[in-house]
């Protein structure tokens, strides 16, 4: 039997408040936060920002189409998080965001990631983190991938592990599982897994655009507030000669 999830935040720990007053950051504005730090933005930050600014605008200009604002968005997420660990170990990248989020949510002082999660997008995490179709093992087990017939039971215990999240208000843990989800959704569009403006897949699509259109400004934006921060080397980095 499935878990049925609670989403009340009338008993979390802190106090509880709205996100309807709470804006979406847009391209301009982050460009003109970033602007106002004139020199003091280190390089690294100031590359990062300035590649996810680059693509949240082009998201924007995709607000009728939210297969491309949805890849847009996926890839100012990266530009903001990604860094070359120099590591060559084959880790997956899903596990990597993970001290991202946790870094983020330290920083968001004033708790907009909290309150979008928990109030503003409430409804749509939720199904998402219902879909089976953004589960991973789902489309294994359908693709014939060995150790996956058990997807059902593993998919039981991911929505149970949900379920305590959600009990215990725990952001970092609902927001890792959420990318988790949006990431198989990214996969399936980027690798061709999906039909351009598909029926089939229209509510994960407008979902996930619609949160990361959200999420992805506010953490850059938390980052430009934070620039005494380590961020970590870039991915190809600019170079000039």
Known sequence: MGVVLEWAGTNCGKAFMTNSSTEQLTAD???????????????????????????IRRAEMAHDDPDIAFICYWIAFNAAYAEDTSDTSETPERALFEGYFEKILRLDTDGVIYKAIWDRFSGPVRVL????????????????????????????SAQALIG????????????AM???????????????????????????????????GFLVPTFAGVMLDHPEELWGANYYPVVTT
């Open 29 to 55: 504005v982050l460009r003109a936060q970033k602007d106002r730090m004139g020199g003091t933005c280190p390089g690294n930050l100031d590359l990062r920002v300035h590649r996810a600014i680059s693509w």
């Open 129 to 156: 983190l219902e879909n089976r179709f953004v589960f991973q093992p789902f489309w294994k087990h359908h693709n014939e991938v060995s150790g996956n017939s058990d997807w059902k039971v593993r998919f039981e």
């Open 164 to 175: 305590k999240a959600l009990v215990n208000q725990d952001t970092s843990l609902i927001l």
């Open 178 to 212: 959420l990318f988790d989800r949006l990431y198989v959704l990214r996969n399936q569009i980027l690798h061709g897994g999906a039909t351009w403006n598909s029926s089939v897949n229209r509510s994960q699509v407008r979902d996930g655009a619609a949160i990361m």
